[in-house]
Nanobody, 122 residues
Framework: QVQLVESGGGLVQPGGSLRLSCAAS????????MGWYRQASGQQRELVAD???????NYADSVKGRFTISRDNAKNTVYLQMNSLEPEDTAVYYC????????????????WGQGTQVTVSS
């Protein structure tokens, strides 16, 4: 089994910055893709950004130029640097690990973190 633990959420004023972190732990052999999704109240969960083990990134149009995703493969940790935050960025942010290979069983698995609240308000 694999656990994802997020940190770094909170309350910030419009135009401010936050950095989210997500550390994966457990019986991990490798993780193909790690990413961040968000879900605003009453809305569907949506992709914010993801990054492969090789460093290829993908961003939602709404965050391009403001958010940067990065990853430390040795630590199985993914980061999301969020700048120029807007009230529309307010949501619960979820970490995701996709196509996880584990030490003691075959197959590919997907995991979610518990979510961290980001609130952008003056």
């Amino acid at each position: 089994q694999v656990q994802l633990v997020e940190s770094g959420g909170g309350l910030v004023q419009p135009g401010g910055s936050l950095r989210l972190s997500c550390a994966a732990s457990g019986s991990i052999r490798s993780i193909d893709t790690m990413g961040w999704y968000r879900q605003a109240s009453g809305q569907q969960r949506e992709l914010v950004a993801d990054i492969t083990s090789g460093g290829s990134t993908n961003y939602a149009d709404s965050v391009k130029g403001r958010f940067t995703i990065s990853r430390d493969n040795a630590k199985n940790t993914v980061y999301l640097q969020m700048n120029s935050l807007e009230p529309e960025d307010t949501a619960v942010y979820y970490c995701n690990a996709r196509n996880v290979r584990e030490l003691w069983r075959g197959g590919l698995y997907h995991y979610w973190g518990q979510g961290t609240q980001v609130t952008v308000s003056s």
